[in-house]
């Protein structure tokens, strides 16, 4: 049985524990797009995939996610963790020495669940497209899902790929562009305005889909659910997930500041006093 919302809810109150955690831990991560995904991340995994039990790189006849922002990979792994694809234990080696869990998801560190390495911005729409026109071949119904930052979009590449989803009809592509309006030098429309993402996607002859509340479960689980009954069309389809950067810590929203930058001692407590402990900490 699909989890119930009170339980998503308690899942992702977890995962903003383990987020904080892991990045104070080596004074070193992307907390702030973490947070603003949790809520997604959460929902896709847990109510969203059809997944089989296990992990295998070929995915076949199931549903598979490509990370393309690897900066949050925080929430990434504690999300894999909590799914079952390795032990939750490991998320306390995050980015040391010899860990799977580097700063940067990579497929040579062999951990389960994660399909390509993606320290580089621009490159998961066009392995998504290699994986969804390949279940297409294979006659594999099932559908491939992205997440790609805003600020992300400015790298050409995803352009290009956006263009080719369309013109070959690309409709088993689920792409989810986490809109929180912010990026490491500060707000989108000041490093590089890029004007109506859903008029670019529908101008590339994309389906569109927004969800105005990126930080609830229940909009969220709507949304894709919008999103997936959309497939299958002839389109690919967008998904424009509006975030709050930071969301659930109080001092980390509404700035950008937190977006590659660790908790001190005392930030980190005020942060876990407002994400108390749900599912138990690793």
Known sequence: MKPNTQQLNDLATQVRRDILRMVHAVN???????????????????????????????GLNEDIFILSNGHISPVFYSVLARSGYFPVSELAT???????????????????????????????????????????????????YTLHGDGELQEGQNWEAIMYASAYKVDNLIATIDVNGKQIDGPTDEVLPMGSLSAKFIAFGWDVVEIQLGNNIDAIIAGMLDAKAKTGQGRPVAVLLHTEMGNGVDYMMHTHAWHGKAPNDDQLAKALEQNTITLGDY
């Open 28 to 58: 070193s991560g992307h907390p702030g797009g973490s947070l603003g995904c949790t809520e997604f991340m959460v929902a896709l995994y847990q109510a969203i995939m059809d997944r089989k039990e296990g992990f295998d790189m070929d």
């Open 94 to 144: 995050f980015r040391l020495l010899n860990s799977r869990l580097q700063g940067h998801p990579t497929t040579h560190e062999g951990l389960p669940g994660v399909r390509i390495a993606s320290g580089s911005l621009g490159q998961g729409m066009s392995v998504a497209l290699g994986a969804a026109q390949t279940k297409k071949l294979n006659g594999d119904n099932h559908l491939v």
